[in-house]
């Protein structure tokens, strides 16, 4: 199994930035995704990174450093919306196609 | 509509009965997936499929049981049900041809209290 590390929340200001971390540990890394998930509903894909390196989308940008087996997703301009949990998922050899998740991050986002 | 359509969304059951989760998609995805969500505990795998004559063990599957009974259908199926299956469930499908990387794209949940 993978062992997924994520803080279980934070609070943040309107319009401010929230860094949310996500340590694993796992082999035949192949990948790390994110998914948002807003109470009661479904996940839903935010990004994807197999190399090193920043990934920016929008007010979202996801980083990834392989050999730290680390990630975060960066929120910025935080909006009342982005209330949710944010969810941490390395791919492996061993879970292709089968994602394990972390226990997700509750950001919480104050007028 | 939905591309992944799971029925019920919401079940209120009595402990010892039989229930059936169904999921069916129109994204023509050959992998199929149940997952439970619990709070405090994220999502864990019950049972997955990546193929129709292809069924195999999450992390969770004692209690459980599945059927892939076509390619766009998927369903899950609780014989005996007791309160600690209470849970959100999510059906999830994905597809890993060369342009893709495994994205799960998930159902709407079906939430299923166990008395």
């Known amino acids: 199994g993978q062992n997924i590390d994520q803080p279980t929340e934070m609070t943040a200001t309107e319009g401010a930035i929230v860094q949310i971390n996500c340590t694993y540990q796992?082999?035949?890394?192949?990948?790390l995704f994110w998914y948002q998930q807003h109470a009661g509903e479904a996940p839903t894909f935010l990004s994807y990174?197999?190399?090193?390196g920043l990934e920016e989308k929008g007010r979202f940008s996801s980083f990834l450093s392989r050999s730290k087996g680390y990630s975060y997703l960066l929120l910025k301009e935080l909006q009342m919306k982005d209330s949710a949990s944010y969810l941490c998922?390395?791919?492996?050899?061993?879970?292709?196609?089968?994602?394990?998740f972390g226990a997700g991050t509750q950001v919480v986002v104050t007028p | 509509d939905a591309d992944v359509t799971q029925t019920p969304r919401n079940r209120i059951t009595k402990t010892g009965k039989r229930i059936m989760l169904e999921c069916s998609q129109t994204?023509?995805?050959?992998?199929m997936y149940w997952y439970r969500q619990d709070p405090g505990l994220g999502l864990r795998l019950i049972y997955y499929?990546?193929?129709?004559?292809?069924?195999n063990k999450g992390e969770i599957s004692d209690g459980y049981s599945v059927s892939r009974q076509a390619q766009a259908k998927f369903s899950l199926s609780l014989e005996s049900a007791i309160p600690n299956q209470t849970a959100l469930y999510f059906c999830?499908?994905?597809?890993?041809?060369?342009?893709?990387?495994?994205?799960?794209?998930f159902g709407e949940g079906s939430r299923l209290t166990v008395l």
């Open positions: 999830a499908t994905s597809d890993l041809g060369e342009a893709n990387t495994g994205e799960l794209f």
């Open positions: 796992t082999s035949g890394f192949n990948g």
């Open positions: 990174n197999v190399l090193d």
């Open positions: 998922a390395p791919m492996t050899t061993d879970s292709w196609g089968k994602l394990q």
């Open positions: 994204k023509g995805h050959d992998r």
């Open positions: 499929s990546f193929d129709v004559k292809d069924i």
